[in-house]
Nanobody, 127 residues
Framework: QVQLVESGGGLVQPGGSLRLSCAAS????????IGWFRQAPGKEREGVSC????????????DYADSVKGRFTISRDSAKSTVYLQMNSLKPEDTAVYYC????????????????WGQGTQVTVSS
């Protein structure tokens, strides 16, 4: 049974940092593309970042939305079966529920075609 469990959200001041974690179980993390998405109140869910599987042609390449480039970094720890999203220089407009998602296609690359969702973690950027 595939499970994705996010953690690490919270309240942070503008300019601060947070690291989100997505713990995966029920599948081999390396073999599938994983993405981070977010949804702010009253807005549609949007893609933030993704990391391709290590066995795809993209070989673990990463991608970011323009709004977070240079501030967010996605990474994968295969031994811990966890994907991270390091978020620096946070802005109030980064406030949203952040979701981890997995592409169910073996050897998938970015962009993620979502098969599995996590439950989400709230990030609030406010002074």
């Amino acid at each position: 049974q595939v499970q994705l469990v996010e953690s690490g959200g919270g309240l942070v001041q503008p300019g601060g940092s947070l690291r989100l974690s997505c713990a995966a179980s029920g599948f081999t993390l390396n073999y599938y593309a994983i993405g981070w998405f977010r949804q702010a109140p009253g807005k549609e869910r949007e893609g933030v970042s993704c990391i391709s599987s290590s066995i795809s042609r993209s070989n673990g390449s990463t991608d970011y939305a323009d709004s977070v480039k240079g501030r967010f970094t996605i990474s994968r720890d295969s031994a811990k079966s966890t994907v991270y999203l390091q978020m620096n220089s946070l802005k109030p407009e980064d406030t949203a529920v952040y979701y981890c998602a997995a592409d169910g296609r073996y050897g998938s690359s970015c962009p993620v075609r979502v098969t599995y969702w996590g439950q989400g973690t709230q990030v609030t950027v406010s002074s």
